[in-house]
């Protein structure tokens, strides 16, 4: 397992050290590297304004949804979780388009904190809904709630972009999801909340391996099944929060990157602790391949992040889950 | 209650479809109040009324019911042969294949002034053929794959393809022309708005067909819900059984997404809802399943006609506005296990 997460974060560097040479034009280490140090002039600025800033930021986004999409899996035992579920990118879809078409905010700072409360307001809505049906003791109720509330949210924010032709040109970049052309003060937000996720699920790692044994099960070792299960969903709720402020909606990462790395691990029954770190580095990896790949596959235009996810991701996981056979997620 | 037969259950909801047909083929750009609806039905009403209901306003209505009858069906199968209360045709990768199949479609048979060089007709088939070979792939490469559960790996590779299908869609719509990039957006939405009485017909005939296959599996369909071991000792064949009804449930998706479109949230929700309302033990359960379907789908295409005049909304956005407070209240109110 050490061994893993080496090559995976050795793999993690040489992807991101790559993606500040990769790009409409591709620069020499030489370049580059004057460029970090300081250099001036065209390339310099390129590198320093527009390459480092969305590989920093896919290295964030990335790792915390994959380390969210963990916690929704875990937490709810069904591989179909992911932090959409939880209304995270529909409640900050539905909150940016008011602001848009309503309060006309146009910075990318204001979309970013609307992203934030929206994605907010709609998980406290579905913990709510999930809490007043019984609670947090049915996982599957909270996944049919998080996916209720996010297709009404989404309905809602298809009808109002609908009505609303202008609002939709504006928002197009933002709704489709993106690492490209983020300023960089949005880690600001996104990286305290992907530190506090981290540290946050190492505290309950040991719980989470608890509760893959049936509720009373866990109960019955001491483990408070309720607190541990609120809790993790929280975090996972505040992870894909601060990605989704910062690239907008991006799917399927979260789904997939906990998946490989159950895969990667060598033992039988991986601890969660292991899974976490594996998450964190599998999901990084991932946004700055697909990244990477996203400036390259149609240039000089910009793919659309979800469909280059699906052309990295897919194939990673079709390879991976033949070549570990008789092991169930 | 228990003692009720299940025809008086079903009775409520089947009387809301039966006011809410009325009231849909009333509701328009122009307005008919029910006497002249009744009339014009019966054959009684003035010529133009007639027109407006026989040719217009019926077969979108009759279109809206049998689509959501047939995704709601194809969503409950789905959820008992993957044991998964989450699963639902657009999970599964049927729904975004037939989007591959129709882009690819308008792509091929397009002519540099953007005109179609074959019948329209044929956009159907092609649907059908995308969902078709996207059902059989994750089937096949569930069933290729040894080892670990059956239906998680049916899921997973679901989810995959329908990612794959979905970048396919979006890539395949940036590099063709605008003209058809448009024309392929308003069919993934999902609307009845141009129903004829073939797309009628088509649906109609696919779900007569499949309604002995249901008839036949009903007590399998019963059993699917217990653990494999359980299922197996009670006399299941499982792997013949799920293969059949997975084979039913890409048809009856394929079939009407090929005329309506897209129409999502339907086939996970309705089950849902039909099993709070009407207990999923009980005989008749798939019935009230196929009449949640119908009319999450024709509310959320009057609504659609009725929420911004003139402007009409596709009733693919819309069916969650409809049935997801529903749903939700349920929910609340139900208190039942979901598990």
Redesign the interface.
């Known amino acids: 397992m050490r061994r893993t997460a080496i090559a995976l974060f050795l793999a993690l560097c040489a992807a991101a050290i790559f993606s500040l040479h990769a790009g409409l034009t591709f620069y020499s280490p030489h370049t580059v590297f004057a460029a970090l140090m300081g250099g001036e002039g065209a390339d310099a600025l390129i590198v320093t304004t527009l390459r480092l800033p969305r590989t920093a930021i896919g290295v964030v986004c990335g790792a915390s949804l994959g380390l969210s999409g963990l916690l929704m899996q875990s937490v709810t035992r069904?591989?179909?979780?992911e932090p959409g579920l939880l209304g995270v990118n529909a409640g900050g879809a539905l909150f940016v388009t008011f602001g848009v078409t309503v309060f006309g905010v146009a910075s990318l700072a204001g979309i970013g904190i609307a992203a934030v409360l929206g994605a907010l307001a709609a998980t406290a809505l579905v913990f709510s809904?999930s809490a007043?049906?019984?609670g947090a003791g049915?996982p599957?109720?909270t996944?049919?709630?998080g996916?209720?509330?996010a297709?009404?949210l989404?309905?809602?924010t298809?009808?109002l972009l609908?009505?609303d032709e202008t609002a939709l040109e504006t928002l197009l970049f933002w709704l489709s999801g993106s690492f490209s052309d983020r300023p960089i003060g949005l880690l600001q937000l996104g990286l305290p909340l992907l530190v506090v996720g981290a540290i946050g699920s190492f505290f309950l790692a040991t719980p989470l391996d608890v509760l893959r044994l049936d509720d009373a099960s866990a109960r019955s070792v001491g483990v408070n099944v309720g607190v541990v299960r609120l809790a993790a969903l929280g975090l996972a709720a505040l992870l894909a929060a601060g990605a989704v402020a910062m690239a907008g909606p991006v799917l399927?990462l979260g789904?997939v990157a906990p998946?490989l790395a159950r895969r990667l691990t060598d033992g039988v029954l991986p601890s969660t602790r292991q899974l976490i770190v594996l998450s964190l580095l599998m999901g990084a990896l991932i946004a700055v391949l697909a990244d990477i790949l996203a400036r390259i596959i149609?240039a000089p235009?910009e793919?659309?992040m979800?469909?280059?996810?699906?052309?990295v991701?897919?194939p990673m996981?079709?390879h991976l889950?033949?070549r570990r056979?008789?092991?169930?997620? | 209650m228990a003692g009720v037969s299940p025809l008086v259950r079903l009775l409520p909801v089947m009387l809301i479809v039966f006011v809410l047909t009325l009231a849909a083929t009333g509701i328009g750009s122009s307005f008919m109040p029910p006497e002249r609806v009744v009339a014009a039905l019966a054959g009684q009403g003035s010529r133009m009324d007639e027109v407006i209901v026989w040719t217009l306003r019926l077969p979108r209505v009759a279109l809206a019911i049998l689509a959501g009858a047939a995704l709601a069906l194809a969503g409950a199968l789905l959820q008992r042969v993957v044991r998964n209360p989450m699963a639902s045709p657009s999970v599964l990768g049927i729904t975004d294949g037939a989007a591959v199949g129709v882009v690819l479609f308008l792509w091929l048979f397009s002519d540099q002034a953007n005109n179609l060089t074959v019948s329209i007709h044929w956009q159907p088939l092609a649907a059908i053929a995308g969902a078709a070979v996207f059902g059989t792939l994750v089937i096949a490469l569930a069933s290729l794959d040894r080892g670990g559960s059956k239906p998680l790996k049916i899921i997973l590779y679901g989810i995959a393809l329908a990612a794959l299908a979905k970048a396919a869609v979006t890539l395949l719509i940036i590099l063709g022309p605008v003209y058809r990039a448009s024309q392929a957006l308003t069919w993934l939405t999902g609307s009845v708005g141009a129903a004829h009485w073939q797309d009628v017909l088509a649906v109609g005939l696919a779900l007569a067909a499949v309604m002995p296959v249901l008839l036949l599996q009903r007590l399998t369909i019963r059993q699917l819900v217990l653990d494999p071991q359980s299922a197996a000792v009670t006399g299941l064949s499982l792997d013949r059984a799920q293969v059949c009804l997975l084979a039913v449930a890409v048809f009856l998706t394929a079939i009407a997404t090929a005329h309506v479109g897209a129409i999502g949230f339907v086939g996970l929700v309705a089950p849902h809802v039909a099993r709070i309302f009407h207990g999923q033990f009980r005989s008749g359960y798939l019935v009230s399943v196929a009449l949640t379907g119908s009319f999450l789908v024709l509310a959320a295409d009057t609504l659609a006609r009725i929420i911004a005049p003139p402007l009409e909304l596709p009733a693919g956005a819309l069916t969650a506005l409809v049935g997801a407070p529903l749903f939700l209240y349920l929910l609340v109110k139900g208190r039942q296990s979901h598990a």
């Not at chain 1, 979800?306 to 052309?311: D, F, G, K, N, Y």
């Not at chain 1, 056979?325 to 997620?329: D, I, R, T």
């Open positions: 069904n591989p179909l979780a809904i007043s049906t019984g049915n599957a109720t996944l049919l709630a996916f209720t509330v297709a009404l989404a309905s809602f298809q009808t609908l009505i399927f789904l998946h149609v235009g793919a659309p979800s469909a280059v996810l699906a052309l991701g897919v996981l079709i889950l033949h056979k008789g092991l169930a997620a």
